[in-house]
């Protein structure tokens, strides 16, 4: 069992930089490949990045690749979303969540989710 909670999101302006980050409790946090996803209003959850649990791996989203690096900190139980160069369409709710098999990109397939936090990116 692993629980997540999110923190980081809020509003910043276009061009201007956020780090979010998730905190997870649970001993085998560094057995899971961890991604975050987001939720705009009226749209799908889209995957955003994930990584594996060594944080050796990483993928991004195309729209996101270049802008957001995804980190991890096994010995602290966190992983980190900094987001840079950030766009109006980057605004929605970010969550992060966990997966026993790395490399998935798909919401449906992740095990675990915290709550989300908001980003809201002004134009």
């Known amino acids: 069992q692993v629980q997540l909670v999110e923190s980081g999101g809020g509003l910043v302006q276009a061009g201007g930089s956020l780090r979010l980050s998730c905190a997870a409790s649970g001993r085998t946090f560094s057995s899971f490949a961890m991604g975050w996803f987001r939720q705009a209003p009226g749209k799908e959850r889209e995957f955003v990045a994930s990584i594996n649990w060594s944080g050796a791996n990483t993928r991004y989203a195309d729209s996101v690749k270049g802008r957001f690096t995804i980190s991890r900190d096994n010995a602290k139980n966190t992983v980190h979303l900094q987001m840079n160069s950030l766009k109006a369409e980057d605004t929605a709710v970010y969550y992060c969540?966990?997966?026993?098999?790395?490399?998935?990109?798909?919401?449906?397939?992740?095990?675990?989710w915290g709550q989300g936090t908001s980003v809201t990116v002004s134009s």
């Open positions: 969540a966990a997966d026993r098999i790395p490399f998935r990109t798909a919401w449906t397939e992740f095990d675990y």
